[in-house]
Antibody
Framework: QVQLVQSGAEVKKPGASVKVSCKAS????????IAWVRQAPGQGLQWMGW????????NYAQNLQGRVTMTTDTSTSTAYMDLRSLRSDDTAVYYC????????????WGQGTMVTVSS | DIVMTQSPDSLAVSLGERATINCKSS????????????VAWHQQKPGQPPKLLIR???TRESGVPDRFSGSGSGTDFTLTISSLQAEDVAVYYC?????????FGQGTKVEIK
C-alpha cells in the first residue's frame, strides 16, 4: 500500500542539527513531492517546506530559511529534512506528507518523528 | 500568508447527532480559472498523523464515510459530520492550498457529549 515511513525519535541539545528521513513505498516516488509539516506539543500544524522528488526544487517556509534543507534520494525513494541550530521551540513532531505541489491537499502522511530539543 | 480561522475551538456532540465545524479564510481561495475552492479537511486522532478527508472543499477521499461532507465557497467553509460516531472523536483541521505557504486552521476538537 501507499505509505511513508519515517525515522525514529531524536533527542538533541540546543545548537545541534537533526536529520529526519521519510521512505516512500507503493507509488512512483518521482511523480510527486514531499512536504514537511511540524506540530509542537498540543499545537496545530505548520508547513515547513516542500521538495519536488523529480527535480529537487525546494520551497521553504520563510521563518526557517537558512536553517532547513530538504533533499531526496531517488534510488531509495527517501526524502530527508535537515534542521540546524536547534532551539527549544523546535521541539515537535515532524511529519512528511505527499503533495504534487508545494501547496497541495497532502494525501499521505508519515507516522511522525518526535524531535526533542533539551539541554 | 492566508490565515485560516476555525470555529468553534471545541464541541461536544451526542452520538448520532450532527457536528458542524466552520472555517474562514482571510482571502478567497476560489480559483477563477477552474472554479475550484482550494480547501482540504484533515482528521487527526490522538497519537496519529493527520488523515485527509476532503479536498476541493467538498470531494471526499476514497474510503471516507459519507457521513462526512464539506461545503462552502470563497472564504467560508464547513465540515459536517451528519451522525457522530465514537470513532470520529478527533481534532479536525481545515487547510488552504490556494497559495504557498499552505496554511492550516488552529483545529477543532470534537468530543462525545
Amino acid at each position: 500500500q501507499v505509505q511513508l515511513v519515517q525515522s525514529g525519535a531524536e533527542v538533541k541539545k540546543p545548537g545541534a542539527s537533526v536529520k529526519v528521513s521519510c521512505k516512500a513505498s507503493g507509488y512512483t516516488f518521482t511523480k510527486n513531492g514531499i512536504a514537511w509539516v511540524r506540530q509542537a506539543p498540543g499545537q496545530g500544524l505548520q508547513w515547513m517546506g516542500w521538495i519536488s522528488a523529480s527535480s529537487g526544487v525546494t520551497n521553504y517556509a520563510q521563518n526557517l530559511q537558512g536553517r532547513v534543507t530538504m533533499t531526496t534520494d531517488t534510488s531509495t525513494s527517501t526524502a530527508y529534512m535537515d534542521l540546524r541550530s536547534l532551539r527549544s521551540d523546535d521541539t515537535a513532531v515532524y511529519y512528511c506528507a505527499r503533495g504534487f505541489y508545494s501547496a497541495d491537499a497532502f494525501d499521505i502522511w508519515g507516522q511522525g518523528t518526535m524531535v526533542t530539543v533539551s539541554s | 500568508d492566508i490565515v485560516m480561522t476555525q470555529s468553534p475551538d471545541s464541541l461536544a456532540v451526542s452520538l448520532g447527532e450532527r457536528a458542524t465545524i466552520n472555517c474562514k479564510s482571510s482571502q478567497s481561495v476560489l480559483s477563477r480559472s477552474n472554479n475550484k475552492n482550494y480547501v482540504a479537511w484533515h482528521q487527526q486522532k490522538p497519537g496519529q498523523p493527520p488523515k485527509l478527508l476532503i479536498r476541493w472543499a467538498s470531494t471526499r477521499e476514497s474510503g471516507v464515510p459519507d457521513r462526512f461532507s464539506g461545503s462552502g465557497s470563497g472564504t467560508d467553509f464547513t465540515l459536517t459530520i451528519s451522525s457522530l460516531q465514537a470513532e470520529d472523536v478527533a481534532v479536525y483541521y481545515c487547510q488552504q492550498y490556494y497559495s504557498t505557504p499552505p496554511t492550516f486552521g488552529q483545529g477543532t476538537k470534537v468530543e462525545i457529549k
